[in-house]
């Protein structure tokens, strides 16, 4: 079997070469020498070095933001052309999501009144599950707190050992939790190359296969070939999870998401799961699938039971994002024009791309994370906001400045992150680090 590379590229953070140095790992705790508490302070110390970043002239992350505006942020007084938020329709400052969350407010407060399984389910937790289920042709919908507590919960309820979990290699860490907590055998596959799909589910056979995927993989702003995935779970009998984070309000002509790009049968995915932090407007999860798998969750997923109701007030504003996702399709093709406009912006310029067309993730790849940080820092000074990607996030080899697109971006503020990166560019001569492509 292909070992899962999951620990080393993903899971956990290099702590060996973070810390320069010999890790002290849980089992090599050096009772006669040292504390508990000294090993694990030793451990923090490793993690907070962080590859050396606080070293750096310039940290670019864990920026507080004083206040958002469209398309911008405002960071020590500075207005910032903002292109690192997932806040892919632009809907946080609209009217009706004010006021729905006023409503909101009126009826319920603000305080979490308990789990959804005790006190704390509300009508507008119900409204937005069958909402949600409904815009995306599903049966029923579960909505959890957050979108990472629920690919952690959903995977590690219904997967479990003895069963095979089939996840592609550069799924978010959230899938990658929960296969880790399942037990379940691992297999893994890579999206550029689905023979190795093929592979795993020939190697998982006799047992159930669980086959998970990101339908927008958001480090490299490429979207699954799902007709290829759902052949082969068929031909196979597996069971097939797709995550949607990226691709609710985004994909499809009216923002269904993968199965409408595609246009495919709603009926051909298993499970769907989408954040409610990303296209619409709020902060949760959502499931959904058949009502019996969707009911098993809501009665059987620890990440569902024993943690807070999905807070109130984002509920709301993400029901109402919902609604006017669903009534005014043209934002998403709006969306995906400005996405376009910027793609081709930077290829205007010589500046190679991934990802596919159309997709408001705009990653541009370097050979080294030096230049990316250089990169973001000088962007930060000219007046744009985008955080780098690197290790463990993506490879070591494959540092990159990410550019993302929302509905709050004029085409002006496009024109103006595609001059200030091209001037950049061309000024620390950061061509020659370009990656192309993988391969
Ligand atoms: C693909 C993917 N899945 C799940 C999540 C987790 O979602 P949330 O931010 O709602 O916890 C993210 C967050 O960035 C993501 O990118």
């Avoid at 320069?20 to 089992?27: D, E, F, L, M």
């Avoid at 029901?319 to 910027?342: C, G, M, N, T, W």
């Amino acid at each position: 079997m292909q070992e899962p590379r999951l620990n080393s590229l993903w899971g956990k953070l290099d702590l060996e070469k973070a810390s320069k140095g010999p890790i002290v790992s849980n089992t090599q705790v050096d009772a006669t020498t040292k504390s508990s508490t000294q090993a694990i302070l030793q451990k923090c110390d490793a993690i907070n070095y962080q590859g050396g970043i606080d070293s750096q002239p310039f940290n670019p992350f864990h920026t507080a933001v004083d206040s958002f505006h469209d398309g911008k942020a405002s960071v020590d007084g500075k207005m910032m052309l903002m292109s690192g938020s997932y806040s892919y329709l632009g809907l946080g400052k609209s009217a009706r999501i004010k006021a729905a969350i006023d409503s909101a407010f009126e009826r319920y407060g603000c305080a979490n009144q308990g789990s959804r399984a005790l006190t704390g389910s509300t009508v507008l937790h119900e409204e937005l599950e069958s909402s949600i289920a409904k815009f995306l042709g599903s049966d029923s919908g579960v909505i959890f707190t957050n979108g990472y507590l629920t690919n952690y919960t959903t995977i590690s309820t219904l997967i479990g050992p003895g069963d095979s979990v089939i996840t592609e290699l550069t799924n978010h860490n959230s899938i990658q939790a929960g296969v880790r907590a399942s037990g379940a055998k691992v297999y893994s596959f890579s999206a550029s190359n689905l023979a190795t799909l093929r592979k795993a589910l020939e190697k998982a056979q006799g047992t159930t296969s669980f086959v998970v995927a990101d339908a927008i993989f958001s480090m490299d702003g490429t979207i699954l070939d799902l007709p290829t995935v759902v052949g082969l779970c068929k031909e196979f009998g597996a069971f097939l999870m797709l995550d949607e984070a990226h691709s609710l309000g985004v994909l499809g002509s009216t923002g269904r998401g993968i199965v409408e790009h595609f246009g495919m049968d709603p009926q051909d995915v298993d499970l769907r799961m989408a954040t409610l932090s990303k296209g619409l407007t709020g902060v949760g999860g959502a499931v959904v699938g058949d009502t019996t798998i969707t009911k098993a969750l809501s009665r059987g997923a620890h990440g569902y039971l024993f943690t807070g109701a999905p807070p109130v007030l984002e509920t709301a504003a993400a029901l109402e994002s919902l609604r006017i996702l669903d009534e005014e399709p043209e934002i998403v093709v709006a969306l995906q024009k400005k996405a376009q406009y910027l793609r081709d912006g930077f290829s205007a310029k010589g500046l190679p791309v991934w990802g596919h067309d159309g997709v408001p993730i705009i990653p541009v790849v370097y050979d080294n994370v030096e230049i990316v940080y250089e990169m973001t820092a000088r962007l930060f000074k000219e007046g744009v906001f985008v955080v780098p990607a690197i290790y463990p996030a993506v490879s070591k080899k494959t540092p990159r400045v990410r550019f993302s697109v929302t509905n709050a971006h004029s085409l002006a503020d496009l024109d103006s992150i595609v001059d200030i990166f091209g001037q950049i560019n061309d000024e620390v001569d950061a061509h020659r680090h370009a990656v192309i492509s993988l391969s």
